[in-house]
């Protein structure tokens, strides 16, 4: 089966302007989540939603919010973007199976802020 | 709140040999998962393996498998027959359960590099 899939793969934008991530699950998966990925601060959490609610949220400003659709697809938005914003953004995936919890990550969409 | 603690920032293993990759963490909490990823230069971040917490059998995937001390909080990855696609950067990371939330707690990672 697809695995998950996020868009765009590599974005660029100026310091004030705003952005929006897009992230597809795994088929049957229903909680998406979203990490920030730098090389100071290593992999942060920033927010999990589960059929259309966000149920957790880590410590980021408000500038960063998402959203949730019925077909599970998500979407992460960040407004004012600032320099200290550049980063790799993972999403994950994930489904209680039998066998234990899977939990996958997209690719990650790369955000260059000039 | 739980901590991920990864003490090696980065390591080296010659072609062929075992490696083992450290990494310790904190909670109060009984039940949860324990994953190990691998992020390639690609930056794909792909699953390694994964421990319950409950299991007191030590998981493995082929050439990788984990030594679990859950009264240390110790969760270590070993890799045989080490491979030149194996270089990458390796992180732990913890995930409770039955807490309505599948957050991932990550360490800092292990940069390893197979020499040829």
């Known amino acids: 089966k697809a695995g998950v899939t996020q868009t765009p793969r590599y974005l660029i934008k100026t310091r004030g302007q705003q952005v929006t991530l897009s992230c597809s699950p795994i088929s049957g998966h229903r909680s998406v989540s979203w990490y920030q990925q730098t090389p100071g601060q290593g992999l942060q959490f920033l927010f999990e939603y589960f059929s259309e609610t966000q149920r957790n949220k880590g410590n980021f400003p408000g500038r960063f919010s998402g959203r949730q659709f019925s077909n599970s697809r998500s979407e992460m938005n960040v407004s004012t973007l600032e320099l200290g914003d550049s980063a790799l953004y993972l999403c994950a995936s994930s489904l209680v199976v039998a066998s234990g919890t899977e939990a996958f990550f997209g690719q990650g969409t790369r955000l260059t802020v000039v | ?116």
């Open chain 2, 1 to 116: 709140a739980q901590t991920v603690t990864q003490s090696q920032p980065e390591m080296s293993v010659q072609e062929a040999e075992t490696v083992t990759l450290s990494c310790t963490y904190d909670t109060s909490e009984n039940n949860y998962y324990l994953f190990w990823y691998k992020q390639p230069p690609s930056r794909q971040m792909i699953l390694v393996i994964r421990q319950e917490a409950y299991k007191q059998q030590n998981a493995t995937e082929n050439r990788f498998s984990v030594n679990f001390q859950k009264a240390a909080k110790s969760f270590s990855l070993k890799i045989s027959d080490s491979q030149l696609g194996d270089t990458a950067m390796y992180f732990c990371a913890f995930m409770r359960t039955g807490a309505g939330s599948y957050q991932l707690t990550f360490g800092k990672g292990t940069k390893l590099s197979v020499i040829p």
